[in-house]
């Protein structure tokens, strides 16, 4: 459901104050409410981004580029190229950047520009509401924006998808029960699909 008739500019985006603590993606210029997801996708979100925060701070962040890397759930928007035009952004459920990256965005909006380097990983968690948007124009605005890994955690179909960029296009690999997730990004994250699902629970 949108909240605006009128199509607004990124930068419009930016700048929106309705006096709410609602948060919105932008999307083609309208403002969308984001729901708020059930107990379990809040479990999910928690749970994974402790794991990968863990993941960084064991390999010292060796494993990427030598630099410091954080880990940051629902907090940092995307500026999308959706269609060509730029009046979209999104806000990944868990977002990895470059520490140096995350300081630059200390004294601004939270979120990354199309100009500035894109994020190392975007996790969404999928939601009937979400569904569509997770599994195909998110695929898509990721892959152009040249993220190299995207995760679809889908807890209704119980299984996670991760998206690897290849040449410009992501190819997906499906992990479902007792599978071990597997990630280029993070080699030693050590989770079974089952156990992201349940958000640590079971």
């Known amino acids: 459901m ?16 309705d006096g709410t603590d609602t948060r919105y993606e932008l999307v083609n210029g309208a403002l969308i409410p984001m729901s708020v997801g059930t ?27 030598g630099e410091a890397v954080e880990v940051f759930a629902g907090a940092i928007g995307v ?12 806000i990944p459920d868990i977002t990895l950047i470059k520490l140096a990256q995350a300081k630059s965005l200390l004294t601004q909006e939270a ?37 190299p890994e995207y995760w679809i955690v889908d807890p209704l179909r119980n299984i996670i998808t991760v998206c690897q960029l290849e040449d410009g296009i992501y190819t997906s690999r ?11 990004l993070l080699p030693t994250l050590n989770l079974t699909a089952e156990k992201i699902l349940s958000g640590g629970l079971s």
């Open 111 to 147: 979120v990354i520009r199309l100009e500035d380097p894109p994020p190392l990983l975007v996790v969404e968690i999928v939601s009937p509401s979400t569904k569509k948007e997770d599994y195909k124009a998110k695929r898509t605005e990721y892959a152009v924006l040249d993220i």
């Open 2 to 17: 949108t909240t605006t008739t009128q199509k607004l500019t990124f930068e419009d985006y930016l700048n929106y104050e």
């Open 39 to 65: 107990g379990l996708h809040a479990f999910i979100i928690k749970f994974l981004a402790a794991q990968i925060a863990v993941v960084l701070a064991e390999a010292k962040n060796s494993d990427l580029e």
């Open 174 to 184: 499906e992990f479902i029960g007792q599978d071990n997730v597997q990630s280029c």
């Open 79 to 90: 500026q999308s190229p959706r269609g060509g035009r730029t009046n979209t952004s999104r």
